[in-house]
């Protein structure tokens, strides 16, 4: 079946960095689209960042010029890093995909960021 298992959440100062990591299983990968989403306290889950087939990428505005998403189809593994953090990005972030008609989620990895 298909997995989704991210990493590399964790308790950062403002100003820091981290990188996700999100190894998929049970997809052909390199034919996927994948995306990076964020849930805080209290609101709704949000896109963060996407990439496709081709390695186009796009992100919302507030996190433009301080993240970055990339993807190594030879590892199956979609990577968001995060710089210049702030006590806003504090969420659960989740890697998600479509295969078939199915939406798939990771259990999500908790970022908080001190101020």
């Known amino acids: 079946q298909v997995q989704l298992v991210e990493s590399g959440g964790g308790l950062v100062q403002a100003g820091g960095s981290l990188r996700l990591s999100c190894a998929a299983s049970?997809?052909?990968?390199?034919?996927?689209?994948m995306d990076w989403y964020r849930q805080a306290p209290g609101k709704q889950r949000e896109l963060v960042a996407a990439?496709?087939?081709?390695?186009?990428?796009n992100y919302a505005d507030s996190v433009k010029g301080r993240f970055t998403i990339s993807r190594d189809n030879a590892k199956n593994t979609v990577y968001l890093q995060m710089n210049s953090l702030k006590p806003e990005d504090r969420a659960v972030y989740y890697c998600?995909?479509?295969?078939?008609?199915?939406?798939?989620w990771g259990q999500g990895t908790q970022v908080t960021v001190s101020s």
């Open positions: 049970g997809i052909i990968f390199r034919f996927v689209a």
């Open positions: 998600h995909t479509g295969w078939g008609s199915t939406d798939y």
């Open positions: 990439i496709t087939i081709g390695g186009s990428t």
